[in-house]
């Protein structure tokens, strides 16, 4: 593969390319010349993306869309036809993570599983998405790549979605060392803007869609957890450029913003920029989730490696990303379309298999 500043175009296959983060991806590779594959089985993202892609996307002959599971996908497809994989496709949102344990560590496990086998066919460079939840409670602000970790009791399902993720991230590492498969890991912080949905516990798009309508906004626990927010349209470019530069591979990235904002700032933030005349309202945990839930106070990415790797600079305030996912959320409404299903987890009725290539 060629390091990053010298690009030909590839051949690019997605997991999960049809949410939130996966449709960014696609159009910034598409608009550089790569050729797209999604596959994704719309179980949190939104069959409206795709149709945002292919409208934006100047060439969407280079875009195809194959709706379906990783798994069952996979297997049809061959690794000689791709030039690398972003393997994003997850069970994500702590909502779901806390409601639906069994899907999110079946998903996340045992789809990354059959991702890697396919890559490690033909040595095929895998970018695999992780997560800050992988730092569990985090032993020290702000969080390093080789930190220790410390989770919370298997009794409270919230940590399941971040121990999936570390094991994601072990049989990745593990298949760099042992077959030295090409892989990176990109633990994102949080992620927010335009397309990301709040029906899976998502924070910016349940107090934007909140504030939009006038109605509270509910901050759990005492709003002074903090969070970091970074916009995705600062997030994708670093993505191609961290597998395309191979002294990236075998490693482990944070991706984020350093600057914190407790979440009860963050409601007032929304409610300010947008003009709403919406209220905060307080709910405890116990009432949103279940007894017992587990929350961490504080995470924050400490950057330097990725800076020393790559260079990286987030620039989007986050005034602009609540705007700007304010105005899409709005269209969204005006256009009436929403999540692929509202439900949790995939719906196999839905599946359809095959590809639908690019029309227009
Ligand atoms: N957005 C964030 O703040 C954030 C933070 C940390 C990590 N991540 C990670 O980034 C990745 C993308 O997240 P996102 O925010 O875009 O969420 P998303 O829900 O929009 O994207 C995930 C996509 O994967 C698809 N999918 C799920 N299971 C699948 C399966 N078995 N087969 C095929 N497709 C499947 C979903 O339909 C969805 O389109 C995930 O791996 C997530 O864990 C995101």
Known sequence: MTQATSHRPLRVLITGGGGFIGSHLSELLLDRGDTVTIVDNFSTGRRANPEIVRRVASRCDRYRVIEGDVSTELPRLSPLDYDCVYHLAAAVGVRLVVEKPIHTIETNVHE???VLRFCAERSLPVLIASTSE????GIRVPMSEDDDVVYGSTGFSRWCYACSKAIDEYLALAYH??????????????????????EYGMVLPRFVAAALEDRDLEVHGNG???RCFCDVRDVVPVLPKLLETSACHGRVFNIGREES???IELARVVIA?????????MVPYAEAFSAGFDDLTVRQPNLTRIREAIGFTPRILLQQTVRDLAQEMS???ASGSHAGHVGHGPRDDQHKQGATPCRS
Request: overall charge positive; hydrophobic content about 30%.
């Open 273 to 281: 920029t947008l003009g709403s005349k919406s209220k905060v309202r």
């Open 331 to 333: 269209q969204r409404e």
């Open 261 to 263: 904002i407790s979440i």
């Open 224 to 226: 002074e957890q903090s």
């Open 177 to 198: 060392r042992e077959h030295g498969l090409p892989m990176v890991i990109a633990r994102f912080f949080n992620t927010v803007g335009p397309r990301q949905i709040g």
């Open 112 to 114: 990354t599983s059959v």
């Open 134 to 137: 992988v730092y569990g409670k």
